[in-house]
């Protein structure tokens, strides 16, 4: 079993990319196969070296290992051999038509009220008037000419899925210039690499209709594989909180952002493993997602990435971090005691930079009026040191006894005070890191 990752490095990967690199390697991983990361670079107007780094470092930061990989580019006379085949056999086929042409043969179709499909009147091109459109300066492009039939599949997510080829353009494989297209590229690298499976998103049914007619097209000779080795697997489309169709340009959804905002990669991996089934997510490692990963779980109906489930995951993950797989990311001179204090209220790791300030720097409380006396008070009861976790309750105790207050009078202008914040870690936690000294400046400034 061999399954492909094959991104365009055109810009950066996004969850759903993302998303499709998951379900291949964890189908791979799950049953003992090969996982190909494979770099479709072949328009080379768009694709940037910066983005093949970036995204072979984003599959490394989502612990996605591959053991095959290579780059579209450096197969251009495998497809140029390809291509020639399918000349031979008639079935690529050059084309002269201008899109001003093709425009109108589409607008008038459409006036008809017939489907816009390519009419193929190149087809009956005779060499002399080939001859004649290239001694005038034009250079073919080429199509591939469909069969006439309905291409049918068991699907591994969708079920039995058809795609009608007559309802469908002859595309075009490559363009006047040379550039070889992905529905070309892609067909004769999957055959001559052994690929055996292929997963990715609903939006391409259509290409896989006309990826397996180019196959069978192709089956035989020099590539001596069969295209029905193929299983297809198309994820449900993925919308975003409001049932949108997720945006490839929504920078805040890239796999950069994401880690740059603390979102652990095994929180978005676990998520992402779950995502559109009925399997709620957990913070699990690869291999115990890789163990219950099924295709078949998937739901038929477009699957929504909610922000929000995803915080709630990461959360989760980050309170059973050890110090040790966090420290390099903290604040200098965090601790062990004060990353187990903070993780369980913090849901994207840079949030603990601001509890570092807490307890280490110098932060503003906010104004707190009609509670300068009683924050004077406090002060005057503020323990000595040293202190531990039984000093909160003993300064409390003794505030609450002089003070008659109770309840949230007695405890939220203190927290106000000391963190700048309503909530958060327990202040019996934080008050032996802040320290007695920290602790009375901001009471100080607090009250006056």
Known sequence: MKLRFAPSPTGLLHVGNARQAVANALFARRHGGIFQLRIDDTDSTRSKEEHVEAIRHDLNWLGLAWQESFRQSERLDA?????????????????????????????????????PVYDR?????????????????????WRFRLTDGTVL??????????????????????????????SFASVVDDL????????RGEDHITNTGVQIDIAQALQGGAL???????????????????????????????LRALRQDGIEAAALVAYLARLGSSEDPHPLGLDELAASYDLGHISHSAARF???QLLALNRRTMHGLPFEAVSARLPPGATPEFWSVVRGNVDMLNEARHWWEVVAGSIVPPPLEGDGAYLTQALDLLPEAPWDQ????????ALRAQSGRRGKPLFLPLRLALTGEEQGPELRDLLPLMGRERVAGRLRMAAS
């Not at 009147?121 to 492009?141: C, S």
């Not at 353009?169 to 550039?179: E, K, M, N, Y």
């Not at 001559?192 to 997963?199: A, K, M, R, S, Y």
């Open 153 to 182: 599949w068991d699907d591994l997510v969708l079920g039995r899925t058809q795609v009608k080829l007559p309802a469908i353009s002859d595309p075009v494989l490559i363009r006047a210039d040379g550039t070889i297209l992905y």
């Open 390 to 397: 039984d000093t909160w309750h003993a300064w409390t105790s």
């Open 306 to 308: 909610d922000t929000r």
């Open 224 to 254: 001596g594989a069969s295209p029905h080795r193929f299983r297809f697997g198309h994820l449900p489309l993925l919308l975003d909180e409001a049932g949108g169709k997720l945006s490839k340009r929504f920078d805040g959804l890239s």
């Open 192 to 199: 001559e690499t052994g690929i055996t499976h292929i997963v």
């Open 79 to 115: 497809y140029a051999a390809a291509a020639d085949r399918l000349r031979a056999s008639g079935r690529l086929y050059p084309c002269f038509e201008s899109e001003e042409e093709l425009r109108a043969k589409r607008e008038q179709r459409i006036r008809q009220h017939r489907p």
């Open 121 to 141: 009147a190149m087809l009956r091109l005779t060499a002399e008037q080939r001859a004649a459109a290239e001694a005038n300066g034009k250079r073919p492009y």
